[in-house]
């Protein structure tokens, strides 16, 4: 029989756009023994985990929690619970994860409008909102940070804009929670979906999301009608019960409520990652952290720009915790990236669909945002540049980075 | 701001049906630092995990690779991606998992037929095969061991005779994998989900399954029917294209192929959790596994007889790695089930449905299928009967067990 080695992995500088780096302090936490799912230790920590995730994402909501799958789970949960068949909705693209949100709304049944921007570039909110008023759709839904990009998109206005139509607006903040301020309640959001790997820093598998009455009375509705029909002997339409048990909302709220429904059992280790997570990302502080990550994307792109490099991107939209660079021309990028990795232990990412082999992506999220990684990661693309006989301005990089710190009161 | 102190979960001697305690070794591995999800090391974990997946699913079949959410995500996958709207779902119900079989495949649009047998009883093989002729199923989906009435049922010829109809025959082995022995390619069985929580002693959050060539054959003619709607331009008629993103194996299947395909981002942590706990499992042997859970449930009912208890469900189909016992009249179970959890650290089971009330379940199940623990709860549940006054035969249990024990050689 075939033999398996021991797990070590190799430590990596983990620089791209997620999953990054996990806080030793989290991969403590999965070391833990387990607790069963209805251990009253446990379900303190569920109950923990929630009020952690109401201040994450600045928001008075009852329902915050995370769906127990990777980010899009909590999108595809979101969407499937609150999307009845012949639903019209609008999703504004301006890059990769647009993409996927409109194709998770045809699969539950959605007539789906679209309103495109070219990617590098962000949509005028104005424009937005002028298109919710000509669709009138149900459900607006939209990227915040689009790390296919790297760039991030104000949502100013358009949170009333869905009120004027009584439409829902849900908001896939998978790159930008915990890393840029998500308002949830001040900017009028009636649902918004987290990730875990990104700036949270803690490992793919769980997807947070919260969600207001807005939200709850529509999975309500479709939880009563479904009941009245059942009781009449009535089949059930397909597409009007929701599609999915396991991202059934109704379902899920009544397991993470008081009540305490069985539904999935939940998952106990990724539940004390996230808790680990977030109580490092309160201890920090929400707007300590976003200025980390602001100081160490300046660092980052000081460091680019001094090395000859070209951003991507309209710099006015530019999302703070992934950089995108334009590969110098006749250069090879996976064999930078290949060298980044076998020689310097450091993973950048390549990129997506129209940008595939134009750029390479930087992230700067969560625990791998850190003055060591970026000055490694400077030196390293630097050398390896140069290597390639690439014209870069070497020496420069470092030094200019080292001075955004020094100003910073940090070098 | 509130505080959220250090996570410092009790140690439980966890006897339930899942989740059950996990071998110090996984816990290590999920401490490890992450790997980004295309680095070649970590594809190669992925490589590894699916190899062992066969063996332990005991298959040829090329596709075997774990779901990233709990069980219940698993028995979705394969049931969203192979359910057209208007297929007829045939579910055999001997518990309360049948009835989960049930709902999902209603929600994907399936018309069910059922067959029913009461809880604590299993079908005789040739009752499934009467209906799967009279009924011409698309589709058989059913449980091979419930955890809800502690009961296994056979599924001898039941491969064969949907072969016989053209249907597909979905099992439900969350239970069981890891266990008691699962023969997916010997019984011609189509498609299997396991789970991660019970027998294989990995925590929640991943659902290994494995499906065949009949399976992704089906799953493949959606994509070619959708591809070509799309290319003419016609909508998809709504449930024609699988439902679901997350869970679609079309899709699922080109990300853990050498095409490498961009989906979710692999959760990376239950990924090294899930190779380790399939490792152990390798390392200690399949058949050995087996008779170990055989050997720890015959002590459990040695001694638990010897108290005087009477088991719930049919001896001739019990499941070896649940025992449900009946509550003693006039005894609070869950007044019992309190006083293990707060004086002995023992967490056992209540149960669902009609069952609500009258039985507890002990799991004995993967790493806390041990003789430690199975002597710890014989001893515990003696002295709390005895605390509340129930009239048990004390002092019988731990000799009954410690002489099944000396029987096997390991007293």
């Given at each position: 029989m075939k033999?398996?080695?021991?797990?070590?992995?190799?430590?990596?500088?983990?620089?791209?756009?997620g999953p990054v780096e996990v806080d030793p302090r989290v991969l403590r936490s999965m070391s833990y023994p387990i607790l069963?799912?209805?251990?009253?230790?446990?379900?303190e920590l569920m109950n923990e985990t929630m009020e952690m995730l109401r201040d994450v994402f600045q928001t008075n909501n009852q329902w915050a929690f995370p769906i127990d799958g990777t980010s899009r789970s909590g999108i595809e949960a979101v969407l499937v619970s609150i999307i009845e068949p012949g639903d019209k909705v609008l999703v504004p693209i301006y890059g990769r994860f647009g993409h996927l949100l409109?194709?998770?709304?045809e699969r539950c049944g959605a007539e789906v409008a679209i309103i495109e921007q070219e990617w590098g570039t962000?949509?005028?909110p104005i424009d937005i909102v002028t298109a919710i008023e000509r669709e009138k759709p149900t459900i607006v839904a939209m990227v915040h940070g689009e790390t296919s990009t790297g760039c991030i998109q104000k949502l100013d206005g358009i949170g009333a804009a869905c009120r004027e139509v009584d439409a829902l607006l849900v908001v896939d903040a998978v790159a930008t929670i915990g890393g840029v301020p998500v308002k949830t309640d001040e900017w009028g959001l009636d649902a918004v979906i987290g990730g875990t790997q990104k700036c949270l820093s803690v490992p793919s598998g769980m997807s947070p999301i919260t969600y207001n009455d807005r939200v709850e009375a529509r999975v309500q509705r479709r939880k009563?009608?479904?009941?009245?029909l059942r009781e009449k002997g009535s089949p059930v339409a397909i597409g009007k019960t929701v599609a999915s048990n396991y991202f059934d909302l109704g379902m899920l709220q009544d397991y993470w409520s008081p009540k305490r429904l069985n539904h999935h059992t939940e998952a106990t280790t990724m539940l004390y990652a996230l808790r680990e997570g977030l109580r490092l990302v309160?201890?920090?502080?929400?707007?300590?952290?976003?200025?980390?990550?602001?100081?160490?994307?300046?660092?980052?792109?000081?460091?680019?720009?001094?090395?000859?490099?070209?951003?991507?991107?309209d710099p006015l939209c530019k999302l703070p915790v992934v950089t995108c660079i334009r590969i110098p021309s006749g250069v090879d990028g996976e064999a930078v990236r290949s060298m980044l990795l076998n020689s310097f232990g450091i993973?950048?990412?390549?990129?997506?669909g129209p940008l595939k082999g134009q750029i390479w992506r930087?992230?700067?999220?969560?625990?791998?945002?850190?003055?060591?990684?970026?000055?490694h990661v400077l030196g390293a693309l630097e050398a390896t540049l140069h290597w390639y006989g690439v014209d870069v301005s070497v020496g420069k990089a470092l030094q200019a980075a080292l001075a955004v710190y020094a100003l910073d009161g940090e070098g």
């Open positions: 033999t398996y080695k021991d797990l070590s992995p190799s430590l990596r500088t983990i620089m791209t756009p069963g799912q209805f251990d009253p230790e446990f379900t409109v194709e998770i709304s962000v949509f005028d009563t009608i479904e009941r009245g309160l201890q920090e502080g929400l707007e300590e952290r976003f200025l980390r990550h602001k100081r160490h994307e300046s660092a980052l792109v000081a460091g680019l720009q001094a090395m000859g490099l070209t951003l991507f991107g993973e950048i990412a390549s990129s997506f930087i992230g700067t999220m969560g625990f791998s945002c850190n003055q060591k990684n970026v000055l």
